[in-house]
């Protein structure tokens, strides 16, 4: 059994040897043919994959069940040095002061953001929770409370059927077809709700058990 493992973690290691090469060699490349870069070129650069970072994160975000303007808003705060007032979000996203308004309580409410004050100032801040892992976890039980809940409760509805001696089979058919449902949204919600009180390192050492088949 050790032997395999240790197989499938040099076969692990030796594709990521291989992956960093090919990025060192095309930077390489990139800087033999352009030369040195400039401090104002690296900075506007940075600008430029922030923007880049915005955009994208606002299109992923519909993935998980937020609007693309309260997508951009949690993106901006993420890569924001800066404490953000309401007006200085409306300015880098050029959305309206209800658009930003409605999102940054919708945010708070998704626990991803939270209110700052600083003295001397009359405005709100705002900032976002940057520790990855507790931003992850904190939209897999958001996702769980609205998604999983709702649907296991529509599940046990659907299942109170008038006269289902009238047609036994199709009536078995459909609580089967339910009840294999039901049973597959137990599961992932024990799952959810495992991951979402495991320690960060428990969880990493388990899935890397789980890639390398330990």
Known sequence: MLLPCITKVKIYFKKINIRISFVYSV????????????ENY?????EEAKQQF?????????????NRSMAQI?????VSTDLLSTDDIMENLQISRGNAN?????????????RR???????????AEKDIWKMAIRILKERRKRE????????????QIDNPHEYP???????????????????????TNKISKADKRWFYSSLLKFVIGK
């Open 102 to 114: 409605m999102n940054l309580r919708a945010l708070i409410e998704w626990g991803l953001i939270e």
């Open 74 to 78: 949690h993106a901006l705060l993420l």
């Open 54 to 66: 915005i955009e994208t994160w606002g299109t992923l975000g519909t993935n998980w069940g937020i």
């Open 148 to 159: 999983l809940d709702p649907i296991k409760g529509y599940l046990g509805n659907l299942k």
């Open 42 to 46: 690296i900075y506007m650069k940075l």
């Open 169 to 191: 089979a199709e009536y078995a058919e459909f609580t089967k077809m339910l009840q294999d449902l039901e049973d597959f949204i137990d599961t992932a919600d024990r799952i």
């Open 27 to 38: 930077f390489s490349i990139y800087f033999e043919k352009n030369g040195n870069i400039s």
């Open 117 to 127: 004050t600083i003295r001397g100032e009359r405005v709100e801040f705002f900032a």
